[in-house]
């Protein structure tokens, strides 16, 4: 609109004009209403992005960052804001901006900053099949232990007589080395271990293998789970409530990073891969 921004509380069968105290202008390229508690109106304005202060019937510029003014198109999710310009695409935190102001968002909007975050059931599901200690390995072990009682076992066995092979003549010439003949015997079996099939010794090693993997597993998930939501409360504090003195800031930051390592190590990298992944996106 070239003539600013209207609002109607009929439904569109009157119009009232919305104050221009702010703007610098009465050309308005887009508006979004962002539903925040209470919901906030955004304005892209060739002078840049900015905020209507219903109660102080006012705009207020948003420029931090923003090194540009001509701003042409507003998208949001729960805790961001998107500025489309002439240079490019740019990006508000909006859980920052409702801080700064002393308006807390709800849980929701506050835990959607890490939607770019891997969840914790993707985590636990990657740090088993990295340690390879999933259930569907166990079930396969079983099935392997069962199937080889159909196999069945073949014994072959040979059987000389060299008693007569070579021998004296005890007749005429009792000197001469006589040839005899070789006597051999071949023998071959087929059986299957039946019982194998309902249980066998395989079975027992099976089992005591699952144990061990399952005691490894709840171990492994047990790592996962404290160090995720440790790294996500640490991550909400600094928003939240953020430390006054660096040395404190600095513990919390290094904390974080301790954390996302033990994560990496549990996931073979995956977890913080993911991370850069969805954050390109």
Known sequence: ???????????????QPLTQLGLG????????????????????TPNGVARLLPE???????????????????????SRLFAATDQGLYMLDLTMEQLAQGNWPGAKALLGDFVHEPSIGAVQENAIHYAEVQPEKIAAWRKQARMSALIPKFTVTGDTNLTDFRHWD????????????????????VTWELGDFIYSDDQTNIDVRSKLMVELRDSILDDVTRSYFERRRLQVELITDPPTEPKAQLAKELRIQELTAILDGLTGGWFSSEIERNGRR
């Open 1 to 15: 609109s070239l003539n600013g921004a209207y609002t109607s509380a009929d439904g569109g069968v009157t119009w």
């Open 25 to 44: 202008t009465a050309s308005i390229r887009h508006l979004i209403l962002h539903h925040h508690s209470p919901s906030v109106l955004y304005a892209a």
């Open 56 to 78: 102080e019937q006012r705009w207020e510029a948003l420029y931090a960052g923003l090194p540009t003014k001509a701003a042409r198109f507003l998208a949001a999710t729960d």
């Open 170 to 189: 005890s007749g005429a010439n009792p000197d001469a080395l006589q040839k005899g003949e070789r006597d051999i015997d071949w023998s071959t079996n």
